[in-house]
């Protein structure tokens, strides 16, 4: 049987770790953003390099769900896609499933992009990383985030 002094103590951790995680997904971003020295960096915009990345994962996704998984109206979105699709980054096309909607998916040289960007957002973070954490907190940093990726994938299926 639980006590109510666990339970107060797990709640507790849980809002710990959920506010460490937002300070990573807010500050951790924009520091390693802001610290590469890569023209890649310089080129394109972090919302503009964001899209991609989603694009890559998706393979084909459509403006509204852009707009949502950046959090941004889509307006922003739609001027994204205009800027990236002028210089061949990105290609719309007309959904099979929506006469009107819309598909958006990367270019060989958008993937290029997106590429170049990983490999040096990955240096950088190993960079930083590497000196500071053991084998073991490496395991346990994997286990944690594959657990998490799955949590947030099936709430992702849900909406």
Do not use: C
């Amino acid at each position: 049987m639980i006590r109510k002094w666990e339970v107060a103590k797990i709640d507790s951790q849980l809002n710990h770790a959920i506010e460490l995680f937002k300070d990573i997904m807010i500050y951790g971003t924009e520091r390693v953003i802001k610290s590469i020295d890569h023209e890649v960096f310089q080129t394109y915009s972090s919302e503009q390099l964001h899209m991609m990345q989603i694009i890559s994962k998706t393979e084909q996704v459509s403006p509204g769900r852009l707009a949502s998984l950046q959090g941004v109206h889509k307006s922003a979105v739609s001027n994204r896609i205009k800027k990236l699709s002028s210089q061949g980054l990105v290609k719309v096309t007309g959904s099979n499933l929506d006469q009107r909607g819309k598909t958006i998916s990367l270019t060989r040289e958008g993937q290029e992009i997106v590429n170049t960007s990983n490999e040096a957002i990955s240096t950088h973070i190993e960079g930083l990383l590497a000196q500071e954490l053991e084998s073991e907190e490496i395991e346990e940093f994997i286990r944690i985030f594959e657990k998490l990726k799955t949590i947030m994938k099936v709430e992702e299926d849900k909406a």
